[in-house]
Structure formats: C-alpha cells, structure tokens
C-alpha cells in the first residue's frame, strides 16, 4: 500500500498500481468528475498515471485556474494536430506548445497542398469538435528513443525523427497515445494531459490565425504553416477574450499613432522608433515628469557612453553571455578612396579595438561610483539616466514601438549598504505606487522571482536577499491580494532576485513595466566598494530598478490603456479653436494667442467647413478640448467648450473662466499636489 498525503493534512492508504483517479473517485464522485489532472510532490501529472510510491496528491480543477488553462491548451494543440492530419494526410507535425491565452501548433504541409491559410480554419475547426466529441482517452507511454525513431520514420515524420535523435540517449521518452484501443493519433510529448478529449469545452476555442515559421527558427531551414487557436476552460472566458481581442485591435498603438500623427517605423531603421512632433510631445512631458519624481525622491542624474570598447565588456560579463545581443562597432575608419577609386587600408583610431552599443547601463554607472573614495555615508548613492540602449533582436520579435532595438530606460542604480537594503526598496514601492497612479493605472501586482536552478552566489545570500524583498514588501504593506502579491520560484536573475511589478490596463491586459532586483555580483566583478564605520572595505549591494521600464514601450501601454485619450497634462495638441462662420476668425486667433501665452498647447482650425465635420475629425485625432467660436461668442467674449467623447452639450463660458480652467486641468498630477 502505498500513503497519499492529501491537502487538507489527511492521509490515504491506495494499493500499489492505483492512480490519483482513483483516490478523487474514493473521495467522491463530484470529485472524480472534476479532476482534471494531479499534483503529485508539486509536478502536474495525468490523472490516470499510477503512484510510484508514497506521495503528496493535490487534485486539480477548474479552479485551478491557471494550472488547469496550461493542461487544456496543450490539449487543444494535440486535437488542433490529430485534425490536420485527418485532413490534410501527409501533413507532417513538429512542435505545438500552449501560449499565454490559447496554442499553436507548426505544420509541414506536403508540396502539393502548400502553406495553409486562414480559409482552412474552419474546416479544421470542424473536425477538431469531431475529435472532441469521440472522447478519446489520451494514454501516455514510455518508449525507447530508437523505438521513437522508428515510429515516427514508418510514419514519414521526418522532423520528429530529426528531433528524437538529439534527446538524450537512455532516457525514457513519453509518447501521447489518443485513441479508444488502437493508436487514431500519436505525438511525441512530455505531458502532462487530461484523461480524454472530451475533457475540454469544445466551444471554448478558436482557431485565430496562419503565419509562417521556418523549423526551429532558423530561416535556412523549411518553412512551416503555424496555426494558432485561442483556448479558454468554458466559453463564457473565451468570449470576453475575445471581446478583449477585438478592443486591443481598436487600441492598437500603431493605428492611434498614425491617426494622431504620433510616431512612424520604417524597414531602414528596424526596431527605432521615428518621432514626430506630437509623439514626441507625450514623451517630454513624461520624460519631464519622471525627471521632477526622481529629484524629489534623492536621485542623481547621470549620462553615460554610448559606446565602450571590449575590454569594459569583457570585464562586466556581457562579453561572454550577451554579446550576441549587443550591436558591435570596429573603432576605426573603415575607408576611403584615392583618385583611381582604389580602396585605401583603414584609418586606424587608436587600436581598432573593437566597441560595443550599450545594451545596458549598469557598468557605466558602477564606472561613476568607482570614481574617488566612497564611505558608508555616502550610501545610499541613487545614479538615475534616462539611458538609451540597443539590444540585437531578430526582427520577427519585433512589434511596434513596444519591443523594439533602441530604446530609452528610466533607468537608476542605488548603492545601498546591507542595513539599508529593506528600507531603500520601500521607499522604491512607494514611488512606484505614486507614479503608477498618477500616470492612470490604479491596479498592478507585485510579484517575488525567486532563485532560478542556475545562480551565482550562496544559498546565504539568495536566503537573505529573498528575505529582504519579502519584508521590504511587507513593510510597504502590499503583501497582500489587492496588491496580486505571489512569489516565483525559480524565476530570478541569475544573479539576484528581483520584484517584478505588472500593470494591469483598462483592458484587463498585464503588462510588466517595473522591476527592483537586488545584485551583489556585478559590484564584485568591477570591483565597487565603499569604507565602512569599521574602517574597512566593504562591498555595496547594487539596486538595479526601473518605474516605466522603457519610454517606447510604455508609452504603447499608455496608448492603448488611454485609448489615444490622454489627460489634458499628456496631449500633444491639448485644445484647438475652431469657427462656425469665417466673422470669428480673428477672435479664434485671439482666443488661441491667449491661451498659448498660459503655456497651452493649442491649435486653431479655421477652415470653412462644417462645424461637425471639424468636430469629427478633431476627435479621431483624440483632441481633449474643442472651443468653438461664432460670431455671437465674439461679441459676447465667450467660448463654446467641448470635451472628447463627452455627451454633454457643449459649455459656454467666458474666455477668461475658460483659460483659468484649462490651465488649471493641465498641471501634472504631481505639481498639483
Ligand atoms: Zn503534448
Ligand atoms: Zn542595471
């Protein structure tokens, strides 16, 4: 008999052979229906997969919730794959792996088929319900790896014969085995997975969309059809995805930023961002806003190179792991042609050592804190730099201006000693919170990565740093539901720990924008130290941290969370003056003149067009303010004031009480209070 400790600290006596199906069916039979899968010691396992001996068992259900969506959508790419090929034969599979709200799956269509499209979805749709329908138990299997080969080389899958050969020799592989009886489907797979195929909601998924995806990613190799579905436990969660989906379409940042004239890219400057005026206005006001919350909060600011030459590189580490990410320059001329058009050597500036573009800061400011003597009373030392940095991304991870290759941090680095540590990082969630709020978010989660299997440094050091954050987030009173508060294990730096802080937009999307991780190695490495009250030499401990994450990216948040509707503080063109008859011409050149004297950002519209076509065609470009002027408000020295998206009839004031307003409404959260 073997003993299963269940959690509610109860123990069960199972025989040998028996399976977590059977302790849910002894508990009872609404149990045994539920159970989608087991915990069995922490590791998902199928529900049907016997015990090797005295355990830990936690069923899982539905309401577990996010173990249960990764088990359904890893189902769902089996059925998505069993159905291509009971369509299309010959298709051959590869990979399919569930994704953060549904599955894809990467297919090698026969030549004569050819790539699929977005027309065979439905088709595929269809029969994927037939699979469901056939409620075939998904069986797992342990097979050797030549047997693997043999299987998959019988059945023309050449990819899969391919990959088996590269898992290592001996080890037992799993095979995934659908079917009543005989195999109808079989995939190469590490599981876990549900009982049976009837097991997931045929109506809670869709097939989204075809692209294409060359065979491990590389372009020499073949490319394959990836279809992608979007799978959800029930269909009430699967249609408010895709309500979501289709407001996240209407919020695009990239059709906001054309329609507002915000920003361009273009294929000569890949993954940078081209910014035009009014784009460029948002970014200075939060650029000018984050600089006034860094002062007030002790900061120092600093500007660092952008290029360092191999020999800093090689010494901070980057060198070895990131260089494959890092932009690399020869610091030379490269050359010039004489009279004849013959190529001439290069002109060699200094050694022609080889330079690099940034892909980060933290060296640079360790550089700064090297300069001259420091003692404990200097710390904590906060160096913050609005830092531009590159990093080499392949251009398919591309994607507007939210991942992009060049982009700007709020970045800072705080030296702190150790008995500062827990206070320095309150005081870093205090701002955070205050920032957050002000620029319109009032929901984010705060979440512990924990040490990954792969660390530097001791197991004493990671107990203490781990600890320091979960106090310091304690102390800030934020370990707590409201505040999302969840540890990762496993999920830290390699070096350190971190916070991570996800935002949660008007959508309900998450994003994560802000981090505090904790780094002992890399004062180590560049050798930063400080005298202590002792005397001695002492190693400070260096928060690396950033609010917004990077200017690029977050203003995308910002556009969608706001849909393009900025508070007044934040619109590029925050009121235009427009007419109803040409008479108030000269008025709405007055009434504009003043208001821009109070520093208001403020255009006149006095083309001879109707009034409501103006007025529609201000707020596609998300104008807040539209004060609209006739020949009565001439005389009367009044405005007529509309707000964007309000369905109030429009206001009529004076133009004095209208400019105290405005200009009242467009002072920055933070100088308000
Ligand atoms: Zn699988
Ligand atoms: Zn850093």
Same mark, same amino acid.
């Given at each position: 008999?073997?003993?299963?400790?269940?959690?509610?600290?109860?123990? /069960?006596?199972?025989?040998?052979?028996?399976?977590?199906?059977?302790?849910?069916?002894?508990?009872?039979?609404? =149990?045994?229906?539920?159970?989608?899968?087991?915990?069995?010691?922490?590791?998902? /396992?199928?529900?049907? @997969?016997?015990?090797?001996?005295?355990?830990?068992?936690?069923?899982?259900?539905?309401?577990?919730?996010?173990?249960?969506?990764?088990?359904? @959508?890893?189902?769902?790419?089996?059925?998505?794959?069993?159905?291509?090929? +009971?369509?299309?034969?010959?298709?051959?599979?590869?990979?399919?792996?569930?994704?953060?709200?549904?599955?894809?799956?990467?297919?090698?269509?026969?030549?004569?088929?050819?790539?699929?499209?977005?027309?065979?979805?439905?088709?595929?749709?269809?029969?994927?319900?037939?699979?469901? &329908?056939?409620?075939?138990?998904?069986?797992?299997?342990?097979? %050797?790896?030549?047997?693997?080969?043999?299987?998959?080389?019988?059945?023309?899958?050449?990819?899969?014969?391919?990959?088996?050969?590269? =898992?290592?020799?001996?080890?037992?592989?799993?095979?995934?085995?659908?079917?009543?009886?005989?195999?109808?489907?079989?995939?190469?797979?590490?599981?876990?997975?549900?009982?049976?195929?009837?097991?997931?909601?045929? +109506?809670?998924?869709?097939?989204?969309?075809?692209?294409?995806?060359?065979?491990?990613?590389?372009?020499? +190799?073949?490319?394959?059809?990836?279809?992608?579905?979007?799978?959800?436990?029930?269909?009430?969660?699967?249609?408010?995805?895709?309500?979501?989906?289709?407001?996240?379409? #209407?919020?695009?940042?990239?059709?906001?930023?054309?329609?507002?004239?915000?920003?361009?890219?273009?294929?000569?400057?890949?993954?940078?961002?081209?910014?035009?005026?009014?784009?460029?206005?948002?970014?200075?006001?939060?650029?000018?806003?984050?600089?006034?919350?860094?002062?007030?909060?002790?900061?120092?600011?600093?500007?660092?190179?952008?290029?360092? %030459?191999?020999?800093?590189?090689?010494?901070?580490?980057?060198?070895?792991?990131?260089?494959?990410?890092?932009? *690399?320059?020869?610091?030379?001329?490269?050359?010039?042609? %004489?009279?004849?058009?013959? %190529?001439?050597?290069?002109?060699?500036?200094?050694?022609?050592?080889?330079?690099?573009?940034?892909?980060?800061?933290?060296?640079?400011? *360790?550089?700064?804190?090297? !300069?001259?003597?420091?003692?404990?009373?200097?710390?904590?030392?906060?160096?913050?730099?609005?830092?531009?940095?590159?990093?080499?991304?392949?251009?398919?991870?591309?994607?507007?201006?939210?991942?992009?290759?060049?982009?700007?941090?709020?970045?800072?680095?705080?030296?702190?000693?150790?008995?500062?540590?827990?206070?320095?990082?309150?005081?870093?969630?205090?701002?955070?919170?205050?920032?957050?709020?002000?620029?319109?978010?009032?929901?984010? &989660?705060?979440?512990?990565?924990?040490?990954?299997?792969? @660390?530097?440094?001791?197991?004493?050091?990671?107990?203490?740093?781990?600890?320091?954050?979960?106090?310091?987030?304690?102390?800030?009173?934020?370990?707590?539901?409201?505040?999302?508060?969840?540890?990762?294990?496993?999920?830290?730096?390699?070096?350190?720990?971190?916070?991570?802080?996800?935002?949660?937009?008007?959508?309900?999307?998450?994003?994560?924008?802000?981090? *505090? !991780?904790?780094?002992?190695?890399?004062?180590?490495?560049?050798?930063?130290?400080?005298?202590?009250?002792?005397?001695?030499?002492?190693?400070?401990?260096?928060?690396?941290?950033?609010?917004?994450?990077?200017?690029?990216?977050?203003?995308?948040?910002? *556009?969608?969370?706001?849909?393009?509707?900025?508070?007044?503080?934040?619109?590029?063109?925050?009121?235009?003056?427009?007419?109803?008859?040409?008479?108030?011409?000269?008025? &709405?050149?007055?009434?504009?003149?003043?208001?821009?004297?109070?520093?208001?950002?403020?255009?006149?519209?006095?083309?001879?067009?109707?009034? +409501?076509?103006?007025?529609?065609?201000?707020?596609?470009?998300?104008?807040?303010?539209?004060?609209?002027?006739?020949?009565?408000?001439?005389?009367?020295?009044?405005?007529?004031?509309?707000? =964007?998206?309000?369905?109030? @009839? !429009? =206001?009529?004031?004076?133009?004095?009480?209208?400019?105290?307003?405005?200009?009242?409404?467009?002072?920055?959260?933070?100088? #308000?209070?």
């Amino acid at each position: 008999m073997f003993k299963i400790a269940l959690p509610d600290g109860s123990v /069960r006596e199972m025989p040998e052979g028996s399976t977590p199906a059977d302790v849910a069916a002894a508990i009872g039979p609404g =149990l045994a229906k539920a159970a989608l899968a087991a915990k069995v010691d922490g590791e998902v /396992r199928d529900i049907m @997969r016997p015990f090797e001996g005295d355990s830990s068992l936690a069923l899982i259900t539905s309401r577990d919730e996010k173990d249960a969506l990764e088990l359904v @959508r890893h189902d769902f790419a089996h059925i998505l794959a069993e159905a291509v090929q +009971n369509l299309f034969p010959g298709t051959q599979i590869t990979f399919g792996p569930a994704t953060d709200d549904g599955f894809y799956y990467d297919f090698a269509p026969t030549a004569e088929r050819g790539q699929f499209t977005d027309e065979d979805l439905p088709a595929i749709e269809a029969e994927m319900r037939r699979v469901i &329908a056939a409620d075939k138990p998904l069986v797992r299997e342990v097979w %050797d790896r030549a047997k693997v080969r043999q299987f998959f080389i019988d059945h023309g899958e050449t990819f899969k014969a391919e990959w088996v050969m590269e =898992l290592p020799e001996g080890e037992p592989i799993t095979m995934y085995k659908t079917g009543h009886g005989e195999a109808d489907w079989m995939d190469l797979c590490r599981g876990p997975h549900l009982a049976s195929t009837g097991k997931v909601d045929p +109506n809670a998924f869709k097939l989204t969309r075809v692209s294409g995806a060359y065979w491990r990613g590389d372009p020499k +190799n073949p490319m394959l059809s990836r279809i992608y579905g979007t799978a959800w436990l029930n269909k009430k969660q699967l249609d408010e995805h895709l309500v979501r989906l289709e407001e996240a379409a #209407k919020r695009d940042h990239r059709k906001i930023g054309q329609e507002m004239d915000l920003f361009h890219l273009q294929a000569e400057a890949h993954g940078s961002v081209f910014w035009h005026p009014n784009g460029y206005i948002i970014w200075r006001q939060l650029e000018a806003y984050m600089r006034r919350r860094l002062d007030a909060a002790g900061y120092e600011e600093v500007k660092t190179p952008q290029l360092m %030459d191999a020999r800093q590189w090689e010494r901070s580490g980057h060198w070895g792991k990131y260089r494959e990410n890092m932009f *690399i320059v020869p610091d030379e001329i490269p050359h010039g042609s %004489d009279d004849e058009g013959e %190529d001439e050597a290069p002109i060699l500036s200094g050694d022609a050592d080889l330079m690099a573009l940034k892909p980060m800061n933290c060296p640079a400011h *360790i550089l700064i804190f090297n !300069q001259g003597i420091k003692s404990y009373r200097d710390l904590p030392l906060r160096l913050a730099e609005f830092g531009c940095c590159h990093r080499n991304e392949p251009h398919g991870a591309l994607h507007g201006i939210m991942r992009v290759r060049q982009f700007t941090q709020d970045d800072a680095h705080i030296f702190v000693r150790e008995d500062q540590l827990v206070e320095e990082v309150v005081a870093f969630c205090d701002l955070l919170d205050s920032v957050y709020r002000d620029l319109g978010f009032d929901r984010y &989660a705060i979440k512990l990565a924990l040490r990954p299997d792969k @660390r530097f440094g001791t197991d004493e050091m990671w107990d203490w740093s781990e600890q320091s954050l979960r106090d310091a987030v304690a102390a800030a009173g934020r370990n707590t539901e409201e505040f999302g508060w969840e540890e990762l294990p496993g999920e830290g730096a390699f070096y350190a720990p971190k916070l991570e802080f996800h935002l949660s937009d008007a959508i309900g999307r998450t994003w994560q924008v802000g981090t *505090i !991780q904790t780094d002992t190695v890399l004062p180590e490495r560049l050798d930063a130290s400080y005298i202590g009250e002792d005397g001695a030499k002492h190693r400070p401990i260096m928060l690396h941290r950033a609010i917004i994450g990077t200017f690029e990216r977050f203003l995308g948040i910002l *556009i969608e969370h706001h849909a393009g509707k900025f508070p007044l503080w934040l619109a590029p063109v925050q009121a235009v003056v427009t007419t109803i008859v040409s008479d108030a011409d000269d008025y &709405a050149r007055e009434v504009a003149a003043k208001l821009a004297q109070r520093g208001i950002r403020v255009d006149t519209d006095l083309r001879n067009e109707k009034i +409501n076509y103006k007025v529609r065609e201000h707020s596609l470009k998300k104008v807040p303010l539209l004060l609209v002027v006739g020949k009565r408000e001439a005389e009367e020295g009044t405005v007529a004031l509309r707000r =964007l998206g309000s369905e109030e @009839r !429009q =206001l009529v004031m004076t133009v004095d009480e209208a400019i105290s307003m405005i200009v009242e409404e467009s002072i920055a959260p933070d100088l #308000k209070r």
